[in-house]
């Protein structure tokens, strides 16, 4: 299958910094980017939607100046978590879809996780 | 918009037996459910999907059930293997919409 690599695999940052996570797709062209949140032991919630040269649709209750995202090319997309608390400690997945070859599968990185200090 | 039940949440079987875990959702314009493994500290991986013009799908060990009218849909895994251990996950989605995920389901496989 696809691959989509996402960096760092962890992180460690000091409460008030911001922290960029990058996901790239490495053999297709990611139309569509997914990120995700995924605190311990809990599913994976969706925090925003992007699509290669437009903004990102957040969804609700997600912070979009808190979190920014950014998906300029068609392989690389970065959420930048803005003035880090402890509380945005979690695990960061993001996921991408070529929806131009009509297929559905999203495939997924390997995560980051995240730890405000 | 699209809610996921996902049951249960943990499943614990011997070795050689079957799992099932069992998801519901609430859109009908729901067409894509996929069903991912999550090992611990990793992102989710694919394990198999199904489309809703298909009533089962089966891959070796895994197979795959739709109902359409019911809106449900169950994993089966036969044989189990202790690396079948993991976190399971089902979703759906409308066509080239968000993926909506489930609770998640601990299976834990005892050799």
């Known amino acids: 299958g696809a691959v989509v690599s996402q960096h760092p695999s962890w992180v460690i940052c000091k409460s008030g910094t911001s922290v960029k996570i990058e996901c790239r797709s490495l053999?297709?062209?990611?139309?569509?980017m997914f990120w995700y949140r995924q605190f311990p032991k809990q599913s994976l919630m969706l925090m925003a939607t992007?699509?290669?040269?437009?903004?990102?649709?957040?969804e609700q209750g997600v912070e979009k100046d808190k979190f920014l995202i950014n998906h300029a090319s068609l392989t690389l997309s970065t959420l930048t978590v803005t003035s880090a608390h402890p509380e945005d400690s979690s695990f960061y997945i993001c996921?991408?879809?070529?929806?131009?070859?009509?297929?559905?599968?999203?495939?997924f990185g390997q995560g980051t996780r995240l730890t405000v200090v | 918009g699209e809610n996921v039940e996902q049951h249960p949440s943990t499943l614990s079987v011997q070795e050689g037996d079957s799992a099932v875990i069992k998801c519901t959702y609430s859109?009908?314009?729901?067409?894509?459910f996929p069903w991912y493994k999550q090992e611990l500290g990793k992102g989710p991986q694919l394990i198999i999907d199904?489309?809703?013009?298909?009533g089962e799908k089966k891959d070796q060990r895994i197979a795959v059930t739709l109902n359409k009218t019911a809106k449900h849909f169950s994993l089966h895994i036969t044989e189990t293997q202790p690396e079948d251990s993991a976190v399971y996950f089902c979703?759906?989605?409308?066509?080239?919409?968000?993926?909506?995920f489930g609770t998640g389901t601990r299976l834990l496989v005892s050799p």
């Open positions: 996921s991408a879809r070529d929806l131009n070859t009509g297929n559905t599968e999203a495939f």
């Open positions: 053999d297709f062209q990611a139309t569509t």
């Open positions: 992007s699509n290669e040269g437009s903004k990102a649709t957040y």
């Open positions: 859109d009908s314009a729901s067409n894509y």
């Open positions: 199904i489309r809703s013009n298909v």
């Open positions: 979703a759906a989605s409308a066509s080239f919409q968000k993926l909506v």
